[in-house]
C-alpha cells in the first residue's frame, strides 16, 4: 500500500500540491485525473523523489524514497534519442539489477522475449527505436518496463498521440500485471475511457477533489469540482 500524507509541492510561486492525503490500495490501476496543470505529473514526480516536497509517503510502510528500485516510471512524451534497437532498449530495464557491463543471462534475455511477445513487438525486435511509430515505442517502454519487474508502475499520459491497437495491447498488458498484484497509476485525459479502464481514480485539482473506487468516486459532482462547470456546457 502507497500511504501519502499530507504532500505539498512548488515551484517558485506556484503552489502546484496542496496538502494531498490519501491512500492507495493495492492490486489496482488508478487513474490520475484532471485538468492541465492540476498537478497530476507533479504528484507522479514526487512520488519517485525527484521532486522535493514537505509531507510524508510511505509503502508498505516504509519511506519509498528507500524502495525506488521497486517502482517503474514512464516519463510523458518520453523520448531517448539512444541509436539502440527495440531489444535492446527494452533489456536497459534489467539495469541497475544486473550490474551495467556485465553480460546479460540466458534467462535474461527471455524475461526480454517475452515482454516482446506480449507487447506484439517480435517482428520489430532488431529495428532501431527511431524508426517506430509513437504507439510502438510506447509499447516498447512498457515492455521495459515488464523486465524491470517492479511492484509498482507509474505511466504519465502513456495514450497519448499512440494508435488504438497500441492502446489495447498496453492495457490487456497492464490488466495482466495487476492480476499479478501490481499496483499500477495513470495520468490520464480521456475521461470517457476512465470507468472502463481504472478500478480507481485520483481526482485532482491542485487539491485533492477525491479518490476510491472509480464506480463511487467518478460521478457529475466530482467532476464539477475538479473541472469547473466547463465540461458539462
Ligand atoms: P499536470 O501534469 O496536471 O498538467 P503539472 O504537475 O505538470 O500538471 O504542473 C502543475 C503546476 O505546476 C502547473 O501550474 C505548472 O505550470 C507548474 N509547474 C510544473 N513544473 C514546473 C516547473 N519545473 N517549474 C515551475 N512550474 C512548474
Ligand atoms: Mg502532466
Redesign the pocket.
Known amino acids: 500500500m502507497i500511504q501519502i500524507e499530507n504532500i505539498n509541492?512548488s515551484?517558485?510561486q506556484?503552489l502546484?500540491?496542496d496538502n494531498i492525503t490519501l491512500n492507495l490500495e493495492g492490486p489496482s490501476i488508478t487513474g490520475i485525473i484532471?485538468?492541465?496543470?492540476?498537478?497530476?505529473?507533479?504528484?507522479i514526480?514526487a512520488l519517485i523523489g525527484i521532486i522535493p516536497h514537505s509531507g510524508k509517503i510511505l509503502f508498505n510502510k516504509q519511506p519509498i524514497r528507500q524502495q525506488l528500485n521497486r517502482i517503474s516510471y514512464v516519463a510523458?512524451k518520453a523520448d531517448f534519442n539512444f541509436p539502440i534497437t527495440v531489444r535492446e532498449c527494452i533489456s536497459l530495464g534489467l539495469y541497475p539489477k544486473t550490474k551495467f557491463f556485465k553480460r546479460l543471462s540466458k534467462s535474461d534475455w527471455s524475461k526480454v522475449t517475452d515482454a516482446l511477445t506480449l507487447l506484439g513487438l517480435n517482428d520489430l525486435a532488431h529495428r532501431q527505436i527511431s524508426q517506430l511509430s509513437g504507439g510502438q515505442f510506447q509499447r516498447v517502454l512498457i515492455a521495459r518496463c515488464l523486465v524491470q519487474e517492479a511492484d509498482i508502475i507509474l505511466l504519465?499520459?502513456p495514450f497519448v498521440g499512440i494508435d488504438s491497437v497500441s492502446e489495447d495491447i498496453i492495457m490487456n498488458t497492464l490488466r495482466e500485471l495487476r492480476d499479478k498484484g501490481k499496483l499500477i497509476l495513470i495520468?490520464h485525459h480521456d475521461l470517457s475511457k476512465v470507468p472502463h479502464y481504472f478500478d480507481q481514480v485520483i481526482l485532482?485539482n491542485?487539491k485533492l477533489i477525491a479518490s476510491g473506487p472509480t464506480n463511487l468516486v467518478f460521478n457529475e459532482d466530482n467532476l464539477r469540482k475538479t473541472y469547473g462547470n466547463s465540461l458539462f456546457y
Not at 485538468?35 to 504528484?43: E, H, I, V, Y
Request: no cysteine; charged share 20%.
Open positions: 509541492v515551484y517558485q506556484t502546484a500540491l484532471g485538468p492541465n496543470g492540476a498537478g497530476k505529473s507533479t504528484l514526480k510523458q504519465d499520459e495520468v485532482l491542485r
